[in-house]
């Protein structure tokens, strides 16, 4: 089985998703997005991604297989994200997989959402050069990694509080502007002044480099309240002092990841510098670490928005990379809601 045929779901979060890979090549890679549903509330519910999922995952599994131009019994094995997230939304893939599997009697393979962003840069760039750091950067998490070769990866940082792309999150919803944020935040940024507001980067009394969003947010709740720019959401198109601050805002955390990415990538002589995770469609950072990079003589690689964003083709991936070395999961196979890389 060299070139497997393999069916990745994802449901950790709020994104419906399912996808088919034969070998290394992407066959198909559909996703539902919830972020309509959720957008009104400034983040996610976990009861309705659940019951969203529940509605969703049979028909985005057919699609999948129908874009693929497979049938079921075609498949060779299937995957699906194990943890870290929801615990009500990851159930829902897991069941659909053992059922798929147990139908078909196919390998069932069990995957870490984490290591399915990571490996998503060396899915779409088969030739990143190692040793190399890897940003992880979305709603849930933010950390970094250092891969010496591709099978092997150490965590060298994580947040000790907010994910980044919670904080865009949580931003936008300070301003009225709903959920997801980043997205709105990127495109609001580029028509306001990245100097207007000062903001300061937060330090580890301990010396780490671990990273910390959470005082990038207080700092925006301030300034906000202080000039009368929190508003409720639907807030509508913002003013030009709130395209600053959220510029602003941007630029700074920016600006503290990439410092960050380079002092790891300079301490431990990596020869690449990786970006996934749905942060990793960010212009700003897309385009600062590439800067950085080339000034360092790096290669940096920043994964494509449709490999970037929660999505099933890096959890087939994972799958495949597993059903080679014949890690198969069995039946006791349960989510992991706080499942670590
Ligand atoms: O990887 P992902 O789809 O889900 C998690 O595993 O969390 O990431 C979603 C996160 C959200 O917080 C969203 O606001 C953020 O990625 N995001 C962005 C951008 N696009 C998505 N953040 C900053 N700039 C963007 N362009
Ligand atoms: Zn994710």
Known sequence: ?????????????????????????????????????????????????????????????DLALEQARVALADLDAVA??????????????????????????IPLL????????????????????????SLIASGGHTSLYLSPDEDRVVRLARTRDDASGEAFDKVAKLVGLGYPGGPVVDRL????????????????????LDLSFSGFKT?????????????PYPAGEPDQETRDLLASFQSAVVEFM?????????????????LSGGVACNSLL??????????????GYAVSPSLACDNAAMIAEVGRRKLLRGETADWTLNAEPGLEL
Request: glycine share 8%.
């Open 286 to 299: 897309r385009a600062r670490l590439a800067e950085e990079a080339a000034k360092e003589g790096l290669e």
């Open 1 to 61: 089985m060299d070139h497997p045929l393999i069916l990745g779901i994802e449901t950790s979060c709020d994104e419906t998703a399912a996808a088919v890979l034969r070998g290394r090549t992407i066959l198909s890679n559909v996703i539902a997005s919830q972020a309509e549903i959720h957008s009104r509330y400034g983040g996610v519910v976990p009861e309705l991604a659940s019951r969203h999922h529940l509605e969703r995952i049979d028909t985005l599994i």
């Open 189 to 208: 940024a580029r028509t306001g002044n990245s100097r207007a507001v000062p903001f300061s980067s937060p330090r580890m009394s301990d010396g780490s």
């Open 258 to 274: 990439v410092k960050r990415v380079m002092t790891v990538a300079r301490r431990d002589s990596a020869r690449s510098i990786c």
């Open 219 to 231: 700092a925006v709740l301030r300034h906000a309240r202080s000039r009368g720019l929190d508003r």
């Open 110 to 133: 069990a995957v870490n959402h984490l290591e399915g962003h990571l490996r998503s840069v060396f899915l779409e760039h088969p030739g990143v050069r190692f040793p190399a750091v």
């Open 80 to 105: 699906v994200t194990q943890g870290p997230g929801l615990v009500g939304s990851l159930l829902v893939g897991v069941q659909a997989a053992k059922a798929i599997a147990y139908v078909r009697r």
